[in-house]
């Protein structure tokens, strides 16, 4: 059974370049979560979805940010125009009502 | 603040020896509260979940314990493997809310 699968793995790219990160979701859940983890601040939810619809964005740092979740089995997180200050491991989740959240592997994004 | 704060931030262990880390949370209304392991490199694992009523719960040689009256849970890790060094992650959620509230994680490391 395949869990959640984030791409890319890694990603290295200059400031002011354009960044799309991908998830697939476990087949079946209803929801999906984006989060950032740093050193500093450990794990901090951007937006998460519930049936492909934008439940709380309330967390994406500002309109550089943007996640769209256009099918059940696909989700984009962007960033346009990225900065050296969005350097982090993102992570993509998903679940069922009532069940654990499964983490992806998450992306390091690196912006120079 | 942060709603979840853990302790020790860090710590060192011999192979074989037992160690507890520490949770204590403020988020309200509780709901429940889940340890997650984090290995380096890979998204977070779910270990155990514990509810209002739950006082302990075990999987493995992992056991959780929680004290809903003062906010606290622990994590206990008997007979250490080099396989337990990784970050543990201390998660609550509140009644009626799909944010999580994290911890930074406790980081732990066996040696031989």
């Known amino acids: 059974d395949a869990g959640v699968i984030q791409s890319p793995r890694h990603e290295v790219t200059e400031m002011g370049q354009e960044v799309t990160l991908r998830c697939k979701p476990i087949?079946?859940?209803?929801?999906l979560f984006w989060y950032r983890q740093t050193m500093m601040r450990g794990l901090e939810l951007l937006i998460y979805f519930n049936n492909n619809v934008p439940i709380d964005d309330s967390g994406m740092p500002e309109d550089r940010f943007s996640a769209k979740m256009p099918n059940a089995s696909f989700s984009t997180l962007k960033i346009q125009p990225s900065e050296p200050r969005d350097s982090a491991v993102y992570f993509c989740a998903s679940s069922s009502t009532g069940e654990p959240q499964h983490f992806g592997d998450g992306t390091r994004l690196s912006i120079l | 603040k942060n709603q979840v704060e853990q302790s020790p931030q860090s710590l060192i262990i011999l192979e074989g020896k037992n160690c507890t880390l520490q949770c204590n949370y403020t988020v309200s209304p509780f709901s429940n509260l889940r340890w997650y392991k984090q290995d380096t490199g890979r998204g977070p694992v779910s270990l155990t979940i514990m509810t209002f009523s739950e006082n302990t719960k075990s999987n493995g040689r992992y056991t959780a314990t929680l004290d809903a009256d003062t906010k606290q849970s622990s994590l206990h890790i008997t007979a250490s493997q080099l396989s337990d060094s990784a970050s543990y992650i201390c998660?609550?959620?509140?009644?009626?809310?799909?944010?999580?509230?994290f911890g930074k994680g406790n980081q732990v490391v066996v040696i031989p």
């Open positions: 998660v609550v959620s509140a009644i009626g809310n799909n944010r999580l509230a």
């Open positions: 087949s079946g859940h209803d929801y």
